[in-house]
């Protein structure tokens, strides 16, 4: 298939996103009729969990496998869902070296499938799996041998991970998705940055977070380490028109992380905006599946809120 014709395809689609009155429905709605009453409004019709977790998996596993179908450049699409096996990587290795049990929803909007993951992770079999997934595990293997902090084990993942998409972003011209991945990490970096303070960490502790490839470097963070309020956003201000330094500035005047990430939701969106017309890209792809996570974020928010300010809704 080709790219007009994907986009064309997404674009029959956006109309099943959930508007204002449908989450104002939503919002409305009692508890025990709340997954009764997603389901008649379009959302995760076609699941069968009891649960809205499930049902909110089921919904974005669903459209994964379409654009799986539609794609004109799966390489491309499985860089782009790589982030989501993150997720997947971190759970299994909790189980591999701490034996916790995996009670988390597993992911299956990654691009390795369940059991290929847990072969390459648990068993280390990698028979008749992809040279891809070896080398990432492999390469995870290698960089946590003999590591017993869960949270540098889920940074190392991150890190490789990461490592291994912008490797291959070298060769290949795709624009949105170093977009989307740079602004990722930046805004999981200066969230990192601002839990680190929250912890009374130093700057080698916070260090030991910081998730490579994004354009704002190690250098800015440890300048803005020892600052505080508007000093501290001065190091931020040459960054996406000043977004960034925006959303820590209200940050510091009310400190509440959770507006902070949803600034950040909302800047990754308007970034992937500009790609999600381009008819001869992955970019609408990117912005859809955007969409469809701001939207499960604000079906999550309603479900475990009892009062509910509507302007706390990602708009999209």
Known sequence: MNYPYAVGSIKAL???IMDRGKLSKLIRTEKSEFLKTLKELGYGSGSKGE???IVIEDELTALKHYFDEISPDREFTDWFFMVNDALNLKILYKKKIFGVEILDVFSGSGTFKKEELERAVLYDDFTDLSADLEA???????KIEGNLNPRLISCIIDNVL???IFKRLRFKSAPALKTYFQAFINCANVL???RSRLLNWDYSQFLEMFINN???KAEVFLEAYALNGDAAVHCFREFYDEKIAKALKGYFERPRLGRVEKR???LILELMSFYKDDS???GPIIYYYLEKISEAKNIRLIYSSTYLDPNDLLEY
């Open 14 to 16: 956006e109309g099943r």
């Open 51 to 53: 649960s809205l977790e």
């Open 136 to 142: 990432l595990v492999k390469s995870i293997n290698e």
């Open 162 to 164: 990461f490592e291994t």
């Open 192 to 194: 990192t940055w601002l």
């Open 214 to 216: 994004g354009s704002i």
């Open 264 to 266: 950040f939701d909302t």
């Open 280 to 282: 001869f890209s992955i």
